[in-house]
T-cell receptor, first 113, second 114 residues
Framework: NAGVTQTPKFQVLKTGQSMTLQCAQD?????MYWYRQDPGMGLRLIYY???????DKGEVPNGYNVSRLNKREFSLRLESAAPSQTSVYFC????????????FGPGTRLTVT | QKEVEQDPGPLSVPEGAIVSLNCTYS??????FMWYRQYSRKGPELLMY????GNKEDGRFTAQVDKSSKYISLFIRDSQPSDSATYLCAMSARSGAGSYQLTFGKGTKLSVIP
């Protein structure tokens, strides 16, 4: 039982390049989330998916797109990376257990130069 | 005013000390309160979960919720160097949509000195 996995662990992009961050969970959870974490800003929700087939914007969605590929997988895409998107990105999932309880992946450290 | 306020610290204490970490919030709809622990370069992991006002104890950790004051606390007794981490408070309101969005504090960085 791996929990929530994320790939890649590290990535360096040039401004304007695109990339997709991958997330998968093996806990049969319905809901999945993408956050970014910046120094002094805490964790901020980018997008979430309440269930397979649905996605919604969070607090900071601009510059990102998401795809809920199936129940297990939720990807985050940067179409044209900007230095302001330099951050640590976390994926999380939650199921039918305690309300609000989320399980986090190990994160992807992204640097945009 | 931010929905959730948390002093970022850093907080440095000697081994064996009692640590008190706190968050205040403004949204009276919050009903579920959590504390996450995040070690350096790792993902947050759930440490404590509370639903109602009052205290909840788990080993050396006690979570306290005071809804009337919109104030939550985490106490760590007999602190250990392994407790050195960033502690994030998080809270959520009831949702009918099946998923619960968490609002996080900015986190308090704790160092326990041997």
């Amino acid at each position: 039982n791996a929990g929530v996995t994320q790939t890649p662990k590290f990535q360096v992009l040039k401004t304007g390049q695109s990339m997709t961050l991958q997330c998968a969970q093996d806990m049969n959870h319905n809901s999945m989330y993408w956050y970014r974490q910046d120094p002094g800003m805490g964790l901020r929700l980018i997008y979430y998916s309440a269930s397979e087939g649905t996605t919604d914007k969070g607090e900071v969605p601009n510059g990102y797109n998401v795809s809920r590929l199936n129940k297990r997988e939720f990807s985050l895409r940067l179409e044209s990376a900007a230095p302001s998107q330099t951050s640590v990105y976390f994926c999380a999932s939650s199921g039918s257990g305690r309300a609000g309880e989320q399980y986090f992946g190990p994160g992807t450290r992204l640097t945009v130069t | 005013q931010k929905e959730v306020e948390q002093d970022p610290g850093p907080l440095s204490v000697p081994e064996g000390a009692i640590v008190s970490l706190n968050c205040t919030y403004s949204n009276s709809a919050f009903q579920y309160f959590m504390w996450y622990r995040q070690y350096s370069r790792k993902g947050p992991e759930l440490l404590m979960y509370t639903y109602s006002s009052g205290n909840k104890e788990d080993g050396r950790f006690t979570a306290q919720v005071d809804k009337s004051s919109k104030y939550i606390s985490l106490f760590i007794r007999d602190s250990q160097p392994s407790d050195s981490a960033t502690y994030l408070c998080a809270m959520s309101a009831r949702s009918g949509a099946g998923s619960y969005q968490l609002t996080f504090g900015k986190g308090t960085k704790l160092s326990v000195i041997p």
